[in-house]
């Protein structure tokens, strides 16, 4: 009952053409039958005047001009024009009505054909009586048909349309969120590069002004290693800043592997390293094998977040080693130092650091363990599996 007496939403246009339609079916057949009788001109508008509101409330004027329809028959009044209303309201109910009072009001329509025959029972032999029952039960149920094709159509286009708008909230959702993961990347990217560079650069200025005076060449080689540092970190952010541009002026081919640095380039990144001061023993072993470059990079960016961290936190004198053995199944990358590092109390900011390391290697399915050792200094393992998540290879 709640649901009869409650308005549905209808749209301006929808509500214009209701009142033209029943305007127009009362000046119709309203006068038309209110020309042959007062009592069937009053029942036929009464049958015909709620259609105004068959889209807003299809129940309610469904069982009222079935009420009206009973008192016609209850009256003893014939069918007349005005009995049309009977037909748009079994129309509305069954399109915009509840799907079980549909039901209903199919079953009251079959039970006024029985009624409407047998007021002519009396005046007209059996094969005449079949014929208008047969007649007027065609009519009702092929008006309820047509009202519950149109149903069942609107409902499969509101479907569609419920489906493409959430196939474009997903599409929305997942370009934010390749949007936040490139972002990711990049801001890894360039805190690797910018902070590993920095860092040589400071330790060489800090070493050259205490050079200065005593040894001047020195202080020349330390110069020369910060242009060239800051020259090389410029030139590899030129590289991923210009990943930022591409998608404006061609498809990125999502085959075609991006330069970036990876195992091969260790060798280069240590003497810069050592070139900073720091002393850097590099080895190698088991039996060197092709990685992928998504791991290679991984090996590459951990090793730099090592010596970086040891630029920074292990203090002068310090004596670091890099290893990398070639497992049977997987990588492993030792950075160590016997310096200060441990006692420093890590990085504030969850996004870099140590925490970057372990996001790089959880993406290549490995994993990244960092922590102070048991005779001092500083030491990062890193366990990288040469099978890619995925069986990327």
Not at 239 to 268: A, F, I, T
Not at 319 to 327: A, E, P, Y
């Amino acid at each position: 009952m709640t649901g009869m007496l409650t308005a549905r939403p209808v749209p301006a246009r929808s509500r214009a053409f209701d009142l033209f339609l029943a305007g127009g079916l009362c000046v119709t057949f309203g006068f038309l039958s209110l020309a042959q009788a007062h009592l069937e001109g009053f029942l036929a508008f009464g049958m015909l005047a709620p259609l105004v509101w068959r889209r807003t409330h299809p129940e309610l004027v469904f069982y009222g001009v079935c009420s009206v329809a009973l008192l016609q028959w209850l009256a003893h009044v014939q069918l007349m024009p005005g009995n049309v209303g009977l037909m748009v309201a079994l129309y509305a109910i069954t399109v915009y009505g509840d799907v079980q009072q549909s039901r209903v009001a199919l079953g009251i329509g079959g039970l006024g054909v029985l009624m409407a025959t047998s007021r002519y029972w009396s005046n007209s032999d059996w094969k005449q009586q079949i014929t208008m029952m047969v007649a007027l039960g065609a009519l009702v149920f092929g008006v309820w048909a047509l009202g519950e094709r149109r149903r069942t159509r609107g409902l499969y286009v509101a479907q569609l349309e419920e489906r493409a708008a959430q196939l474009e909230r997903d599409r929305d959702r997942e370009s934010k969120l390749a949007v936040s993961n490139e972002r990711t990347r990049i801001a890894r990217e360039i805190h690797d590069v910018v902070a590993h560079g920095l860092s040589i650069m400071i330790v060489q200025a800090d070493g050259g002004l205490y050079a200065a005076d005593q040894s001047p060449e020195a202080a020349k080689k330390a110069l020369a290693t910060i242009g060239d540092t800051g020259r090389a970190s410029l030139t590899e952010m030129r590289k991923m800043l210009g990943l930022l541009k591409q998608d404006e002026q061609r498809e990125l081919d999502p085959n075609q592997p991006r330069p970036q640095p990876g195992v091969s380039s260790l060798p280069e990144l240590i003497e810069n390293v050592r070139a900073a001061g720091l002393s850097v023993e590099y080895e190698v072993t088991g039996r060197p094998r092709d990685l992928p470059a998504l791991l290679g990079l991984t090996a590459y960016r951990i090793v730099q977040e090592g010596l970086t961290n040891t630029l920074k936190h292990a203090g002068p004198g310090a004596r670091t080693s890099v290893t990398l053995d070639f497992g049977r199944e997987m990588l492993t990358v030792v950075v160590t130092d016997d310096g200060r590092g441990a006692g420093v109390a890590p990085s504030s900011d969850p996004g870099h650091g140590l925490v970057g390391m372990r996001q790089r290697a959880s993406v290549s399915g490995g994993t990244v363990s960092a922590g102070p050792k048991a005779g001092g200094g500083y030491e990062v393992i890193a366990r990288l599996p040469y099978n890619l998540p995925g069986g990327g290879q």
